[in-house]
Structures are given as structure tokens and as C-alpha cells.
């Protein structure tokens, strides 16, 4: 009886714990609803079955307690209760992916006029590339990092040019305008992630991972490493601003080019560097 009781109440304080808890989301600042709609599903889902279980476990042990002088019925299979179970099993996998799937396909597929925006990563801290006037951002390659250089930037890419470079600073972006997020990683995992925008990707070094958002609300965000990058990880954070379209261009005519902080002698410098090492390839 007492197992039973105890059975019960973790059931009630579990519940009871989720719908009082203080601690919650952050309020969403992007499109991305979806995740946070999905997330309720499945935590009703997944709640309901660990009640069901649970309660089943707490009746079974009540129901059949030990009772002298009681023998219990040896049924080594019973293919109407596998039959249900199996059932109801496939039901509540299926409702919790058909959700998942209709939002990772939205993920994934990028609007056509969104602003693309490259986000490095290094240890530890954040650098982003912004598109200049052509709209465009050149090619970049690990192996043209250098200090003069350090988003590793296609010199002889004339795309890149004017493209526009933040380096260790604070990220701003125009409200209501999709972005695709360009993520790129100069030596180990990392993990861009603002909580208020929900999407997220790991930085993969080799390679260039993508999600894309739409700001739906101005302010200042905290920007986080979701991925365990050594020593410095917990101090690896920056800062998106999301503005008005005109904070926005005020803010971003006062960035520096490629070409601006190159200048005409080291980008002659970086085009050597460049034909070297496409010459490795």
C-alpha cells in the first residue's frame, strides 16, 4: 500500500512541478513558434504515457498485493494485450514525430530573400561577415587565416571585397527580415545559440552549417556556446542587436569592408597567400 501511495504521488508532484514551475522559456523574439509548439506536444505526450505507467504500476501494486493463501495466474503470452500495446506505442511515436518533421522541414528550407550572414567561431569568441552593397559574400578558406586576415577571406574573390567585417563585436540585424545564418568553426565544436531565437546548429570545423530565422522583435540578446569548447567555454558570449531598419543602416555604414581593413598593400599580400594555396589544392 505504501509503494503504491508513493507511486502516486511522484506522479501528482511531477505534474504539479511542471505546470508551477518558474522556470520556463525565454520570451521568443523570432518566427520560430513552431519549436516551442512542438516542445508542448511532446512534453504532453511523454507526460501522459510516464503518468499512465506510472499508475498502472501504482494499481498493480495494490491490486495485487500479496495475500495469503493467493496463487497469481502464470500467462506467458497474450497476443491481444502485445496487439494493443504495440498500437498505442506506434500512436505515440508517430505524434510525437509528425510534429518534429513539419517543423525540421521549415528549418530547412530558407526563404528565398533571406540576408545571408556568416558567423565564425574560434576560441573564444564570435566574428561575423556581413554581404556589402553587392549583396554577396565571397569565398572563404580555413587555410587563408592569418592576422591580417582572420575570417581566412578570398582576396581574390572580388565579392568579397566588400563584404563587411565585425570581429569580436557586437552582431546587429534589421527586424522582421529572414536571415540565414552562415556557421563556420576555425578549430573546435561550437554551438551558436540564442535562446530567444530558438534555432540553433553546431559549428562543425571543415564544414558550413546553416539555420535561418526572422527577428520579430528589437532588444538586446545574449549570444551562448551550446557546445563544450574547452577551458574558456562558459565565457565564450556575445551580443545580437536586433534594430529598426534604420538603427540598422546607421549602424552598419559605420563597419569597415574587407578591402577597408586590408588596405592595397596586404590585400596584394592575402592574393599571393590565396594563389598558394589554391595552388595546394
Given at each position: 500500500?505504501?509503494?503504491?501511495?508513493?507511486?502516486?504521488?511522484?506522479?501528482?508532484?511531477?505534474?504539479?512541478?511542471?505546470?508551477?514551475?518558474?522556470?520556463?522559456?525565454?520570451?521568443?523574439?523570432?518566427?520560430?513558434?513552431?519549436?516551442?509548439?512542438?516542445?508542448?506536444?511532446?512534453?504532453?505526450?511523454?507526460?501522459?504515457?510516464?503518468?499512465?505507467?506510472?499508475?498502472?504500476?501504482?494499481?498493480?501494486?495494490?491490486?495485487?498485493?500479496?495475500?495469503?493463501?493467493?496463487?497469481?495466474?502464470?500467462?506467458?503470452?497474450?497476443?491481444?494485450?502485445?496487439?494493443w500495446l504495440t498500437l498505442v506505442t506506434a500512436v505515440g511515436v508517430a505524434a510525437m514525430l509528425a510534429p518534429g518533421l513539419y517543423v525540421w522541414k521549415q528549418f530547412v528550407t530558407v526563404p528565398k530573400d533571406a540576408t545571408e550572414v556568416e558567423v565564425v567561431a574560434q576560441q573564444w569568441q564570435w566574428s561575423y561577415r556581413l554581404p556589402g552593397a553587392d549583396g554577396k559574400l565571397g569565398t572563404s578558406n580555413a587555410r587563408l587565416i592569418n592576422?591580417?586576415?582572420?575570417?581566412?577571406?578570398?582576396?581574390?574573390?572580388?565579392?568579397?571585397?566588400?563584404?563587411?567585417?565585425?570581429?569580436?563585436?557586437?552582431?546587429?540585424?534589421?527586424?522582421?527580415?529572414?536571415?540565414?545564418?552562415?556557421?563556420?568553426?576555425?578549430?573546435?565544436?561550437?554551438?551558436?545559440?540564442?535562446?530567444?531565437?530558438?534555432?540553433?546548429?553546431?559549428?562543425?570545423?571543415?564544414?558550413?552549417?546553416?539555420?535561418?530565422?526572422?527577428?520579430?522583435?528589437?532588444?538586446?540578446?545574449?549570444?551562448?556556446?551550446?557546445?563544450?569548447?574547452?577551458?574558456?567555454?562558459?565565457?565564450?558570449?556575445?551580443?545580437?542587436?536586433?534594430?529598426?531598419?534604420?538603427?540598422?543602416?546607421?549602424?552598419?555604414?559605420?563597419?569597415?569592408?574587407?578591402?577597408?581593413?586590408?588596405?592595397?598593400?596586404?590585400?596584394?599580400?592575402?592574393?599571393?597567400?590565396?594563389?598558394?594555396?589554391?595552388?595546394?589544392?
Amino acid at each position: 500500500m505504501a509503494i503504491a501511495l508513493v507511486l502516486v504521488l511522484v506522479v501528482v508532484g511531477s505534474v504539479l512541478f511542471h505546470a508551477l514551475s518558474p522556470w520556463w522559456w525565454t520570451p521568443i523574439a523570432s518566427n520560430w513558434g513552431y519549436i516551442d509548439s512542438t516542445l508542448v506536444a511532446t512534453f504532453w505526450i511523454t507526460g501522459a504515457v510516464f503518468s499512465a505507467v506510472v499508475l498502472f504500476m501504482a494499481y498493480c501494486v495494490y491490486r495485487f498485493r500479496h495475500k495469503e493463501g493467493q496463487k497469481a495466474a502464470y500467462e506467458p503470452e497474450s497476443r491481444k494485450l502485445e496487439s494493443w500495446l504495440t498500437l498505442v506505442t506506434a500512436v505515440g511515436v508517430a505524434a510525437m514525430l509528425a510534429p518534429g518533421l513539419y517543423v525540421w522541414k521549415q528549418f530547412v528550407t530558407v526563404p528565398k530573400d533571406a540576408t545571408e550572414v556568416e558567423v565564425v567561431a574560434q576560441q573564444w569568441q564570435w566574428s561575423y561577415r556581413l554581404p556589402g552593397a553587392d549583396g554577396k559574400l565571397g569565398t572563404s578558406n580555413a587555410r587563408l587565416i592569418n592576422a591580417d586576415n582572420p575570417l581566412g577571406i578570398n582576396p581574390e574573390d572580388p565579392n568579397g571585397q566588400d563584404d563587411v567585417v565585425v570581429e569580436a563585436a557586437d552582431l546587429h540585424l534589421p527586424i522582421d527580415k529572414p536571415v540565414k545564418m552562415l556557421l563556420r568553426s576555425i578549430d573546435v565544436l561550437h554551438d551558436f545559440y540564442v535562446p530567444e531565437f530558438r534555432a540553433k546548429m553546431d559549428m562543425v570545423p571543415g564544414m558550413v552549417t546553416y539555420f535561418w530565422f526572422t527577428p520579430t522583435r528589437t532588444g538586446t540578446f545574449e549570444v551562448l556556446c551550446a557546445e563544450l569548447c574547452g577551458t574558456g567555454h562558459g565565457f565564450m558570449r556575445g551580443i545580437v542587436m536586433v534594430d529598426t531598419e534604420q538603427d540598422y543602416t546607421s549602424w552598419l555604414q559605420q563597419q569597415s569592408t574587407f578591402a577597408q581593413l586590408t588596405g592595397p598593400a596586404k590585400v596584394g599580400a592575402l592574393a599571393d597567400q590565396a594563389k598558394a594555396v589554391a595552388a595546394m589544392e
